[in-house]
Nanobody
Framework: QLVESGGGSVETGGSLTLSCVASGYDVSADCMSWFRQIPGKEREGVAMSKTGGEHFWYADSVKGRVTISQDTDKNALYLEMNSLKPEDTAMYYC??????????????????????WGQGTQVTVS
């Protein structure tokens, strides 16, 4: 189970940190990611943490403004977002895959490679 929190409404240029508490996965060993989706559009990969931080990958649209991290004590995944823009407005989802099925750099952004999803947390930038 993946449970996101931390979404909200912020002004352009503001910051938010999203959290995802994972059960059934180990954030220090499995693969975790953040996606976002606007109604009527395909879900978009935002950032990925490979096997507890072995590698981090980011979408070009957020590179330099977003940081993915994990807290092994809390078994939680985070997405720190800075310099937010109106085009960042979306529902943000946490996704996970066991390390044996971990996607690579060329495929992590595809929603279909992830096994489990959270319910999402809304981010609105105005």
């Amino acid at each position: 189970q993946l449970v996101e929190s931390g979404g909200g409404s912020v002004e352009t240029g503001g910051s938010l940190t999203l959290s995802c508490v994972a059960s059934g996965y180990d954030v220090s060993a499995d693969c975790m990611s953040w996606f976002r989706q606007i109604p009527g559009k395909e879900r978009e990969g935002v950032a990925m943490s490979k096997t507890g931080g072995e590698h981090f990958w980011y979408a070009d649209s957020v590179k330099g403004r977003v940081t993915i991290s994990q807290d092994t004590d809390k078994n939680a995944l985070y997405l720190e977002m800075n310099s937010l823009k109106p085009e960042d407005t979306a529902m943000y989802y946490c996704a996970a895959a066991p390390f044996t099925l971990c996607p690579g750099q060329r495929t992590w952004w595809r929603p279909g490679v992830w096994r489990d999803w959270g319910q999402g947390t809304q981010v609105t930038v105005s």
